[in-house]
């Protein structure tokens, strides 16, 4: 278990407003990524980090930005929150196994923006 | 980058039967196809996975299939059954940071 914790699961906000969403591992890797999951479009990066104040843009990287301030987290901010941002958000490691690079998910968090 | 199609979007069969999910992929250069599997309200996780020096891979009622000329990979479910019904996502790599692409997803039903 890679021991990932998403917070809040579930966060309903107001169009406009400022978002933060929390990723916390608690096993020291390095690679952290955020993605978006919504219906026909399957699993899309959004950010991912490669390690302290690292980070780079992924896909569908408009309208977010993320933080690494610490190895066990990485943070996710929606700087103004629009409808179009309603969606699952799953934070994953990655993990050397088996000699590849694989990952493990968090439980998602389910923001709704009215 | 790598661009990953995944079909069908929906499969419903019935317990007991076998359940097929296909994905294509761009990048020759791709090396290692993970398939994951999501429940209800949780992330996905990894089932099974294959690396491209073999054409298959087994683990008990489910197999990964590999065909590299045509870049193409299948997901084998035999003898279904209903706590198979999830949505299965197939991914390939890309070239940086460890990252993978993503299928559509294909939401199974396992009828009983």
């Known amino acids: 278990d890679a021991g990932i914790t998403q917070s809040p699961r579930h966060k309903v906000t107001e169009t406009g407003t400022p978002v933060t969403l929390r990723c916390h591992q608690t096993?020291?890797?390095?690679?952290m990524y955020w993605y978006r999951q919504d219906p026909g479009h399957g699993l899309r990066l959004i950010h991912y980090?490669?390690?302290?104040?690292?980070?780079d843009k992924g896909e569908v990287s408009d309208g977010y930005s993320v933080s690494r301030s610490k190895t066990e987290d990485f943070l996710l901010t929606l700087e103004s929150a629009t409808s179009s941002q309603t969606s699952v958000y799953f934070c994953?490691?990655?993990?050397?196994?088996?000699?590849?690079?694989?990952?493990?998910f968090g439980s998602g968090t389910r923001l709704t923006v009215v | 980058g790598e661009n990953v199609e995944q079909h069908p979007s929906t499969l419903s069969v019935q317990e007991g039967d076998s359940a097929v999910i296909k994905c294509t992929y761009s990048?020759?250069?791709?090396?290692?196809f993970p398939w994951y599997k999501q429940e209800l309200g949780k992330g996905p996780q990894l089932i099974i996975d294959?690396?491209?020096?073999?054409g298959e891979k087994k683990d008990q009622r489910i197999a990964v299939t590999l065909n590299k000329t045509a870049k193409h990979f299948s997901l084998h479910i035999t003898e279904t059954q209903p706590e198979d019904s999830a949505v299965y996502f197939c991914?390939?790599?890309?070239?940086?940071?460890?990252?993978?692409?993503f299928g559509t997803g294909t939401s199974l039903t396992v009828i009983p």
């Open positions: 096993e020291n890797h390095r690679y």
């Open positions: 980090s490669y390690g302290v104040k690292d980070t």
């Open positions: 991914a390939a790599p890309a070239n940086t940071g460890n990252q993978f692409y």
């Open positions: 294959i690396r491209s020096n073999v």
């Open positions: 994953a490691i990655s993990e050397f196994q088996g000699g590849v690079y694989g990952y493990t």
């Open positions: 990048d020759s250069a791709s090396n290692y």
